[in-house]
């Protein structure tokens, strides 16, 4: 299926032909940008537009799957391109808890963001004496964290996670039961893989978090809405095609099949592949060993996501229910988490009929009946040899006219965000203004700088609330 915007193809006798292979945020956005100067086609295998392909209708709403979440802190030029677009996004509720399998016991850690003088404070909810020490332990352990790690990584930017743990004295008990599960959830990767993380975008991460505005937001229409505004210059978008060549060189070609099995060839002066790192080794042809090579060091890891109706998922009792619910079991590889959708935000909360969750990485099977969709994905993990790869992949960027873009392509958490500024990169590269979307790169530092100083302030702050919640404990125990 084709889709033409022929009002919107370039006249500037400048412009090139361009294809775009994927469209998620990174291809999305390239497609966007790109679509200034140049006559673009987007080709995606799905018969959707990626971003939104997997979205269901679902009691009443519009279900995002998987849930896309950003704040302002962490994703500064992926809300730059959202307000050019007209994107209108709020605030979601991102409170969370960790509980075990059993789910027999009250939440074992409650937090909740308060946000005072423009920070987002945690501030961890405990109802009974008994959640008191293991809860103020551990909170306490991780605003020593966020306060202390961004001095601690100054000299060991060499370190893994697990390293830097270890060498500045974390406790065992904060890293299985709370820190390791977090980032598990949040990277929607293994233990294993968390551990391996460079420490330094660990630390960056918490900072943006966790410091100035770091409040969680959603579009308000989801990804349909996302996904139409940027598509609304694009040229031309192909649906349902299954690329499978793209051949490198002077005139780079696209080989595809449609929907009805029939192939198809086209050549073009720039492709760009907006898709997964092992899917670009997978379908560039090229005699560039060294791209190759570099493409195929990026690691991925499998998980799954299951939209349902079956509350046995959630916590025992409904008190002790979450917008956000970890479960964190030692024995398993990785921690599953479910979203209580009619929660986590209130247009989601007027819409759904019913309770409706969304789980990660289930460690429990929900009822066969109660499930609505359920889909796999693989997800980019960051190390450090991978942190190599993507220094070549720059150096190799336009290389036989063929660009790349996407989360794994940049030195941080493997997010929207990063799908967008490699986006703008290449963008900028093939002589297209992105100045009004892009985020200042001297602005970012000093932002950085200001979300960390913001952590001693959120670290003061959160100690000075945990020691007045434990001495009205302790009291009402007396």
Avoid at 65 to 80: D, G, K, Q, T
Avoid at 195 to 216: C, R, T
């Amino acid at each position: 299926m084709v889709a033409a915007h022929p009002a919107d193809t370039p006249a500037s006798p400048a412009a090139k032909k361009i294809a775009v292979i994927g469209t998620g945020i990174a291809g999305l956005s390239a497609a966007y940008l790109l679509s200034r100067k140049h006559h673009v086609t987007v080709f995606e295998r799905e018969a959707a537009v990626g971003m939104d392909a997997h979205s269901v209708d679902c009691l009443g709403a519009r279900m995002d799957i998987p849930l896309r979440v950003f704040s302002e802190a962490y994703y500064p030029n992926l809300c730059n391109i959202y307000r050019l677009l007209g994107v209108k996004y709020r605030t979601a509720d991102y409170s969370f808890n960790c509980v075990t399998p059993q789910h027999s016991a009250a939440a074992y850690f409650r937090y909740v963001n308060a946000f005072v003088a423009g920070m987002a404070l945690p501030m961890p909810l405990v109802r009974t004496p008994r959640q008191v020490v293991k809860c103020l332990r551990l909170a306490v352990e991780f605003a020593h964290f966020v306060r202390c790690s961004p001095a601690y990584i100054r000299g060991n930017e060499h370190l893994t996670l697990a390293e830097f743990l270890a060498k500045f004295g974390y406790s065992a008990e904060f890293s299985a039961a709370l820190l390791l599960p977090m980032l598990s959830v949040v990277c929607t990767c293994s233990y294993r893989a968390v551990e391996a993380y460079p420490a330094e975008i660990v630390v960056d991460y918490f900072a943006g978090k966790y410091g100035l505005s770091g409040a969680q937001c959603r579009a308000y229409g989801g990804t349909r809405d996302v996904v139409a505004r940027l598509t609304a210059p694009v040229a031309r978008c192909v649906l349902s095609a299954d690329v499978v060549a793209v051949v490198a060189g002077a005139a780079p070609s696209v080989s595809y099949t449609d929907g009805e099995g029939k192939a198809h060839r086209e050549e073009f002066d720039e492709v760009v592949l907006a898709t997964q790192a092992n899917v670009c080794a997978r379908i560039l042809k090229t005699e560039d060993e060294e791209v190759l090579a570099m493409l195929n060091s990026f690691e991925y890891e499998k998980k799954r996501v299951v939209l349902h109706t079956d509350a046995s998922l959630m916590p025992t009792q409904l008190r002790d229910w979450s917008p956000l619910n970890i479960v964190v079991d030692t024995d398993a590889s990785a921690a599953s988490a479910t979203v209580w959708m009619n929660q986590i935000d209130r247009g989601l909360k007027q819409e759904l009929q019913a309770p409706l969750f969304q789980t990660w990485n289930p460690l429990v099977e929900p009822q066969p009946d109660s499930v609505r969709c359920d889909y796999g994905f693989e997800r980019p993990v960051v190390t450090f040899a991978s942190a190599r790869a993507m220094r070549q992949l720059q150096a190799a960027q336009g290389r036989a006219h063929i660009w790349f873009v996407g989360a794994y392509s940049r030195y941080s958490m493997p997010l929207l965000e990063n799908g967008v500024k490699s986006s703008m990169e290449v963008a900028r590269k093939l002589g297209v203004d992105c100045s009004d979307v892009e985020f200042d790169e001297a602005a970012c530092e000093a932002s950085r700088v200001a979300r960390r100083a913001s952590s001693l302030r959120l670290a003061a702050a959160t100690a000075a609330a945990l020691l007045v919640v434990g001495a009205a404990l302790r009291a009402a125990r007396r």
